[in-house]
């Protein structure tokens, strides 16, 4: 069985803040729930692509636009369910027990920022 979870990151000179956004995801990969990680770059000027690159994103570019780039990365996603996040968001420790048990519903959700 595949793993159920594209994550989806858009990007625009995210180089500062990248790193602690994929290390929580750490946790995801150990779990089996993510596939794959996209980074949508919209024109990045600092080391984004290549911290990206060396975390093993795939890499989709375009115009910088906060839709766009979600659009971009959302039709490259191949898995059934997705993960939106921003580059400077860090998901908390333990974050895949509740996303587990949601999976299981079957239904889309969301989660509060703090």
């Known amino acids: 069985m595949r793993a159920p979870i594209s994550v989806v990151i858009p990007t625009l000179n995210a180089e500062a803040s990248l790193t602690g956004c994929l290390t929580a995801l750490m946790e995801g990969l150990e779990a089996g729930l993510i596939r794959e990680l996209i980074i949508s770059d919209g024109g990045s000027t600092d080391m984004t692509l290549t911290l990206a690159e060396a975390w093993g994103a795939e890499i989709v ?5 906060r839709g766009g780039q979600l659009r971009r990365g959302c039709a490259k996603a191949q898995s059934d369910w ?7 968001t860090r998901l908390a420790p333990g974050w895949t027990g509740p996303v587990t048990a949601h ?3 079957q239904k889309a959700g969301w989660c509060q920022l703090q």
């Open 61 to 65: 570019s375009g115009p910088a636009s």
């Open 103 to 105: 999976l299981q519903g």
């Open 82 to 88: 997705l993960l939106v996040l921003h580059a400077d």
